[in-house]
């Protein structure tokens, strides 16, 4: 019984010896990891944005850079607005609408529709006076920008709820770039 004794201390040491040798080796390479998949979804999301360009119905500027684009609704009414896509530049912010529509519907159900791809907005970035963020919403959050724009804009402001994305991460980008931070890491 000694013998049983001396070979379950010994396999409990080679457990303890074997546990912090995967500790080591996951704190070694978590953070690799976790690297590299923010670096996977980063990728995605340029390729994505790089894909609503292509398809945009506007072009942009010869020197105009994209930063970053997601899927947007804008809000003209408190529950209501045009879907589509929300690109930032290093020049413009730019809503532009992107949906299929309903033209014909026989009792509640859709039998014609046509795809709606039209420019609804687009706002230097330099005439973006305030950014405001906000978590909309009683049944799950509803991530919301809502922007006031100079006299000089087009426009006097947009409230856009953003799929996808957190509203204070668009927030940030939009300052960095009115700062001339974004244009400095470039």
């Given at each position: 019984s000694a013998r049983v004794s001396q070979a379950q201390s010994a396999v409990d040491s080679l457990k303890r010896k074997v546990s912090a040798a995967k500790?080591?080796?996951?704190?070694?390479?978590?953070?690799?990891?976790?690297?590299?998949?923010?670096s996977r979804v980063q990728l995605q999301q340029i390729l994505w944005t790089l894909d609503q360009l292509d398809e945009a119905s506007f072009q942009l500027h010869p020197a105009e850079d994209p930063v970053s684009a997601c899927e947007a609704q804008y809000m003209e009414t408190k529950k209501d607005g045009p879907k589509g896509v929300l690109y930032l530049t290093d020049e413009?912010?730019?809503?532009?609408?992107?949906?299929?529509?309903?033209?014909?519907?026989v009792l509640f159900i859709t039998t014609e529709s046509e795809s709606v791809h039209e420019l609804l907005f687009d706002v230097l970035v330099?005439?973006?006076?305030?950014?405001?963020?906000?978590?909309?919403g009683f049944l799950g959050r509803k991530e919301m920008l809502e922007l006031q724009f100079a006299p000089e804009a087009d426009l006097g402001g947009a409230d856009l709820r953003l799929h996808g994305i957190e509203n204070e991460e668009w927030a940030g980008l939009i300052g960095r770039i009115k700062s001339g931070e974004i244009a400095k890491e470039r």
């Open positions: 500790s080591s080796v996951e704190a070694t390479y978590g953070p690799l990891k976790q690297n590299i998949e923010q413009r912010l730019i809503f532009e609408r992107k949906e299929e529509i309903a033209t014909k519907k330099g005439q973006i006076d305030e950014v405001k963020t906000s978590d909309k």
